[in-house]
Antibody, heavy 121, light 109 residues
Framework: EVQLLESGGGLVQPGGSLRLSCAAS????????MSWVRQAPGKGLEWVSA????????YYADSVKGRFTISRDNSKNTLYLQMNSLRAEDTAVYYC??????????????WGQGTLVTVSS | QSALTQPASVSGSPGQSITISCTGT?????????VSWYQQHPGKAPKLMIY???KRPSGVSNRFSGSKSGNTASLTISGLQAEDEADYYC?????????FGGGTKLTVL
């Protein structure tokens, strides 16, 4: 059974940093691209960042480019999102999601339950 | 990075069919056969309902179908059931980026 478990969310002040983790199990982690998708309270889904199965290709939404860094450790079956210079508008539930293949195609077949990030003073 | 355009809400009675549209541009929906659709119930994670425009994952009811014409993709739900009431999001690959629609709230009357 595929399982994705996000962690690392919490309350952080504007300008602060946070690192999210997504522990994966039940599938060959390194064979699949992964993404982070967020959802602000009461709002819709917003894609944040993606990484290929090998980790060699990364992609970012304009809203986070230069502030967030996606990475993965295939030996630990874990996906990361390093978030710096956080803003109030980054407040959201952050989901990790698997792609159906090793490249980024925006077809997300498994999702974690999400971790809440709140940016506030 | 503009979101794909979806109607804010649609409704239908049990047993009826409804269609949710998702309008993009020639840079996303129109350029790739990589549109996916997600169902999200309140407080839950999204669930993949349709991928690559018209394919259903294992376990998803055949009452759900997807199609595309030009820059617009569509999700059709036939034989509406009470449990179909949820938010629905379309999503498209856009060449090194991904774009979601704003979401559509489906109400089963």
């Amino acid at each position: 059974e595929v399982q994705l478990l996000e962690s690392g969310g919490g309350l952080v002040q504007p300008g602060g940093s946070l690192r999210l983790s997504c522990a994966a199990s039940g599938f060959t982690f390194g064979s699949y691209a992964m993404s982070w998708v967020r959802q602000a309270p009461g709002k819709g889904l917003e894609w944040v960042s993606a990484i290929s199965g090998s980790g060699g290709s990364t992609y970012y939404a304009d809203s986070v480019k230069g502030r967030f860094t996606i990475s993965r450790d295939n030996s630990k079956n874990t996906l990361y999102l390093q978030m710096n210079s956080l803003r109030a508008e980054d407040t959201a539930v952050y989901y990790c999601a698997t792609e159906v293949g090793s490249t980024v195609t925006a077809q997300f077949d498994y999702w974690g339950q999400g971790t809440l990030v709140t940016v506030s003073s | 990075q503009s979101a794909l355009t979806q109607p804010a809400s649609v409704s239908g009675s049990p047993g009826q069919s409804i269609t949710i549209s998702c309008t993009g541009t020639s840079s996303d929906v129109g350029s790739y056969n990589l549109v996916s659709w997600y169902q999200q119930h309140p407080g839950k994670a999204p669930k993949l309902m349709i991928y690559e425009g018209s394919k259903r994952p294992s376990g998803v009811s055949n009452r759900f179908s997807g199609s595309k014409s030009g820059n617009t993709a569509s999700l059709t739900i036939s034989g509406l059931q009470a449990e179909d009431e949820a938010d629905y999001y379309c999503c498209s690959y856009a060449g090194s980026r991904v774009v979601f629609g704003g979401g559509t709230k489906l109400t089963v009357l």
